[in-house]
């Protein structure tokens, strides 16, 4: 750069200063005319944040990426709070889709910059996407058939975003304390706050939650006094999931000690089965491929150390008991929910249409078979071949990224088993879409990893949680 360029830079950074200082002063007389005129200020309000958002999306869309992965966790709180203090029109389906709506942006102007080239898992996902179109077509319902496949907008974010390398352990970093804050803060509620405000909130502004006046029996288990913990998830089950996906970033780039404590604990208190089988699993199935036994072989003391310490405090026994035996409540009803489940598949295998099976349906009473088998629920509502190709899309996934040898793609091979795993347990956990977030863009990055050459750019880590203090990177 010239001396006389670097002058003329110098020369117009006082002005750029001025003219934001007078964009800041004429929102705030603007806003403050709406108010002395009687006028609401949240039309207002959402423009210019929404303005500010598109900015941000095409000037920065990794930074702003980011922002929106590390925030989306808490979105499902957030959310039903804003309901319940809010404007009556925040309960419609448009305001509950806000957190998908908010990646289109950075997805079209990283689409634009870096391009995508369709591969075997990303064939398998549009043809699974198209049959449930074509389901749809001959009945069903539209809300049902969007949030089951809405969890494809973050594995697109994935498949379109480029990151560098050196950004990883910042990622990881972040994304692990995240959780663990999360964990420690659902722990208040536990111990010390309690179920009562959370049960006004689900009550006023919340579906499907509570039943009788109280939460239902997915916030409580048999023989445990108190409730699970939840966190800022919108159940349990989910924020069983959330801690998972967290404890298998956690195993591939941290191993310190304090953070999986807290998380470790949080999982411990929200007794998802389901989620600790799937980190078992993914956990074990890493300290092998990895190469690593002797470190499994310690946290695994660690943890059952953790877990065998938190029985008397939280009063695990009889729950404990009840599941050995098989002779706890919802054991009993999930083995005669896949045993229906498999029954009405096989005896209708083109299903019944979106919306006749899973959340949606248990929420309006309309479901026809209840399968605590998120492939049941799929099968049960967009029929077999649905489902056969959604099946060779995660296991074309992981056929695609098991021989990369890097961290980005340990990572995205324990997480795409142990959700798959925990998708054999729970009706509907693939609609969650603050918990699909953070699983399906590092296994989209993790697929583009795979099937481009390296290059400076590529071949790097799903880090846009590190890029939240880079607005440059974008």
Known sequence: MSVASQSAAKVQNPYRSALAIVCVASILLFGGLLRVFGLSLVIPAFAVGAAGLLWLAFRHPIFYLGVILALIPMDPLALIIARFFGPSFLMSDMVKAFDRILFLPAIFVLWRRNGIKLRTPDWFLLACLGLAVVRFVFGGELVPLIYDFDFMIAYVAGRVAVLTA????????????????????????????????????????????????????????????????????????????????????????????????????????????????????????????MRQKKPLLLYASLALAL??????????????????KGQEVSAEGHKQSLFEGMTYVLGHPFGSGPGSAGTFAFKNDS?????????????????????????????????????????????????????????????????????????????????????????????????ALALAGQPAGG
């Not at 405000?197 to 009788?212: C, D, K, M, V």
């Not at 029996?217 to 159940?235: I, L, P, W």
């Not at 807290?262 to 799937?278: D, E, F």
């Open 166 to 289: 050196s950004q990883q352990e910042t990622w990881a970093r972040r994304a692990v304390w995240i959780v663990a804050i999360l964990s420690v803060l659902g722990m208040t509620e536990v111990f010390i706050i309690g179920e009562g405000p959370r049960t006004i909130l689900y009550l006023a502004a919340a579906e499907g939650a509570t039943e009788g006046g109280a939460l239902n029996g997915t916030y409580h288990a048999s023989g445990v006094m108190g409730m699970r913990e939840s966190a800022t998830m919108f159940g349990p089950l989910q924020f069983g999931a959330l801690c998972m996906v967290a404890l298998v970033i956690w195993w591939v780039y941290r191993r310190d000690f304090l953070p999986v404590g807290m998380i470790g604990s949080g999982l411990i208190l929200s007794l998802a089965r389901s989620s600790w089988v799937g980190v078992a699993v993914a956990i074990c199935l890493l300290g092998i491929i």
């Open 307 to 324: 877990f065998v310490a938190a029985i008397p405090v939280i009063g695990l026994g009889d729950f404990l008991s009840a599941t050995i």
């Open 367 to 463: 479901f026809i078979v209840w399968s605590e088998n998120s492939y049941l629920t799929l099968a049960s509502e967009y029929g077999i071949p649905t489902v056969v190709c959604f099946v060779g899309f995660l296991v074309s996934v992981l056929a695609k990224i098991w021989s990369q040898r890097t961290r980005l793609s340990y990572a995205a091979v324990g997480i795409l088993v142990a959700f798959s795993t925990v998708m054999m347990f729970l009706a509907a956990v693939h609609d969650v879409f603050s918990l699909a977030a953070w699983v399906w863009f590092p296994i989209g990055l993790a697929v583009r990893s795979a099937t481009e050459s390296p290059s400076p750019l590529n071949g790097s880590i799903p880090n």
